[in-house]
């Protein structure tokens, strides 16, 4: 979803939507096996492509990415009008969208570039909701920008009585969230509504939305070059791989990643949801099914054995069944369980075992993840913050990489941008990035809460339900404090 609003006086309610109603509305989402993000511009614009004149482009670009997906907030401000000589040098973006020269001509404020574009100039259907704040407007503005202010309150306005987009009134940060997450539960509701189908269907239609996932994360090279030259010499054998190693490494990203789309691998992800032996054959079996594939074709890959529940389960013994005798494997896990899993393997018979551990990704690759992950959320950092990031040790571990990453992005102040980068590169171990991470969060959602929430997983061994961590924690949705 785009989302379009001044700056300077809705920092507040954009941080409150990215930081308490997005991530509520994203796990109702992936519940349904859908992705929701929202491309959030306070920053993510490099200096060198403002100096460019790229800053309309990249703007409009993301709008006709994000449609038919449009929020637009309105409050005291009216925004930045650019002038002809922002766009003076961008010949692309004038013939992508030849009518900017007129509108800023007309002096509209690029916030309303981005409103009318996105919603009144659509050809097709949008999906648009306006938030227009109560107050008193731009009452410390010159009387031109306060009745441009109005006028494009109005236009809004307009717009809604005739159907063409919701509105709503908020007076709070608070009371925006609720109105945002109760239209976007409603349109989720709409366009995707929670499955009915049985249980293996939803095991395998979810098994394919967590690939994708995974599909959308860097995966090491020398490594997908590794299993292609194994497979090169085990052609002619059946055989066993074992990839090995801690939380981060990238084993998931690489066993998806590598020959993704070729359609004789399945891949099967086990996780808190599907573990145990039973549950993978199931999902193998319907699979192989589907694609009408004789078990001799087939490479099945099966990542994360140590979420498997029982010891027998973890020892192996249901992949000796006969059906799975011609099938080549795949097997992931931490490392700590490499010996019991290779006691398992030896009790297959005539199969080619090999193990390996994922290569450390190099400073350009660490890069490359890191500027693929910001460009998912429409944003972009200089050479200089790319070079830091990627030579910082810890982000050697993707996962610790990922945790940076995630805050970033929720991050809303551009002048402070570098500040806080440096505040994350100069932890010297995990430990010490994951307690500033907890302290934001206690920040953002109140110390008690946060720990009652931390308290109470630590005294469990797979999580607690989510209905009795609203019970405890008085949050009516988990990550959301807005209590709707």
């Known amino acids: 979803m785009f989302l379009s609003s001044t700056f300077q006086d809705m920092q507040a309610e954009r941080d409150y939507l990215v930081k308490n109603t997005f991530p509520a509305i994203m796990q109702i989402a992936r519940r ?9 511009l306070r920053w993510g614009v490099t200096e060198e492509e403002a100096h460019e ?24 401000r009216y925004g930045w009008c650019p002038i002809e000589a922002d766009i003076a040098s961008n010949q692309r973006l004038l013939n992508a969208y030849p009518w900017v020269k007129e509108s800023i001509a007309s002096g509209l404020s690029m916030t309303e570039i981005e409103m009318r574009f996105g919603v009144f100039m659509a050809e097709k259907q949008i999906f648009a909701n306006f938030y227009l704040k109560d107050g008193n407007g731009a009452s410390d503005q010159p009387e031109a920008i306060q009745n441009k202010l109005r006028s494009l309150r109005e236009m809004v306005e307009k717009k809604g009585e005739e159907g063409v987009c919701n509105v709503s009134h908020f007076g709070s940060p608070k009371q925006l969230g609720q109105h945002v997450y109760r239209s976007l539960v409603a349109l989720m509701d709409e366009l995707y509504p929670e499955s009915q189908a049985d249980p293996l269907h939803v095991t ?21 070059q590794m299993l292609d030259s194994w497979l090169k010499e085990c052609k002619e054998t059946k055989w ?28 099967t992800l086990l996780n808190e949801e599907l573990h145990t032996s039973a549950e993978a054959i199931a999902h193998f079996e319907a699979e192989r099914e589907k694609r009408g594939l004789q078990p001799g074709e087939v490479i099945w890959i099966i990542d994360g054995l140590d979420y498997l529940e029982t010891d027998e389960d973890r020892s192996l013994q249901w992949l000796k069944d006969e059906k799975l005798q011609e099938v080549n494997l795949i097997l992931t896990s931490r490392s700590n369980e490499y010996e019991k899993i290779a006691q398992g393997i030896a009790q297959m018979k005539n199969r080619v075992f090999r193990s390996a551990t994922p290569p450390i990704p190099a400073a350009n690759e660490i890069r490359e993840i890191t500027i693929a992950y910001l460009h998912h959320f429409a944003k972009g950092l200089s050479d200089a913050q790319l070079d830091r990031i990627a030579r910082f040790p810890l982000f050697k571990n993707i996962l610790v990489l990922q945790y940076f990453l995630q805050e970033l992005v929720q991050f809303g102040v551009y ?8 505040t994350y590169l100069r932890v010297n171990n995990t430990e010490e990035l994951i307690s500033l991470i907890l302290d934001r969060l206690e920040k953002d959602y109140g110390e008690k809460n946060v720990r009652t929430y931390f308290g109470m997983l630590s005294l469990t061994s797979c999580g607690i339900p989510e209905l ?17």
């Open 415 to 422: 002048e402070e941008l570098d500040n806080y980068i440096d």
């Open 32 to 40: 349904r096996n859908v992705e929701f993000s929202v491309v959030d």
């Open 53 to 76: 004149g790229k800053v309309i482009e990249i703007c409009l670009n993301q709008i006709e990415d994000t449609r038919p997906f449009f929020i637009g907030l309105i409050g005291d």
């Open 204 to 224: 395998m239609d979810k098994q394919v939305y967590l690939v994708r996932q995974m599909q959308q994360i860097y995966a090491n090279r020398s490594a997908i």
């Open 240 to 267: 066993c791989w074992f990839i090995g190693g801690g939380s981060g490494e990238g084993k998931t990203a690489l066993v998806c990643n590598w020959r993704k789309d070729d359609p004789h691998i399945i891949r």
């Open 468 to 484: 009795e961590m609203q019970v405890f924690t008085g949050l009516n949705t988990i990550c959301c404090h807005c209590r709707v």
